[in-house]
């Protein structure tokens, strides 16, 4: 049902989904870049319907546990982070300790994480969606955005060096012919 509406909306709208992720991958990061509006969101929770892309975003636990509207969040991919201290420590997890332990407890888990951190432009993308990948040992996939194409699409499965600095202009790359809808805004 909702792939079925996904698609119509892309129909109507003149989006169309590009290439494809791959069918072996359990577990990973995916990326979404570059991040420059609220409607970033949209297109990519539809496109990852349309792909059978099982998608996840971390979210407050008090908001994807709320008794009124947490179905919706959970049904748009929504989990919940819980950042409380594990037993015998006093503080709370990092957000990336925090994610790299869901991943690593379940059989399978896409990450959305988009590298920017905010809409607005910023100088030097965000390292988290970098460090959970590498402690958790899985790949980051390449997903995109280019609104002067239409185009939702899934780039290259890129699997951090360690060379943190190499690996982001590498990434980085990949994104500069990708058109935010506010390109100003892009990757810099």
């Known amino acids: 049902m909702l792939k079925t509406i996904a698609r119509f909306i892309f129909k109507l709208t003149g989006w169309q989904v590009v290439g494809a992720f791959p069918d072996d991958l359990k577990k990973a990061v995916i990326i979404a870049a570059p991040h420059t509006s609220y409607w970033d969101f949209f297109y990519a ?42 037993p015998g420590l006093t503080k709370k997890r990092s957000m990336v300790d925090a994610m790299v332990d869901m991943i690593n407890e379940r059989e399978q888990l896409i990450m959305m994480v988009t590298p920017e951190g905010t809409r607005k432009q910023v100088k030097r993308w965000k390292s988290g969606f970098y460090r959970v990948a590498q402690q958790a040992n899985v790949p980051i996939v390449l997903g995109y955005l280019d609104y002067a194409k239409k185009h939702a699409g899934i780039g290259p499965v890129f699997y951090p060096t360690g060379d943190y600095e190499k690996d982001v202009e590498e990434i980085k790359d990949f994104y500069r012919s990708k058109a935010g809808k506010y390109p100003e805004l892009g990757v810099v």
């Open 45 to 86: 929770r539809i496109a990852f319907f349309i792909m059978d892309i099982p998608m996840r975003v971390t979210i407050k636990k008090e908001v994807v546990n709320n008794p009124v509207f947490g179905w919706f969040v959970r049904g748009l991919g929504g989990i919940a982070i819980d950042r409380t201290p594990k």
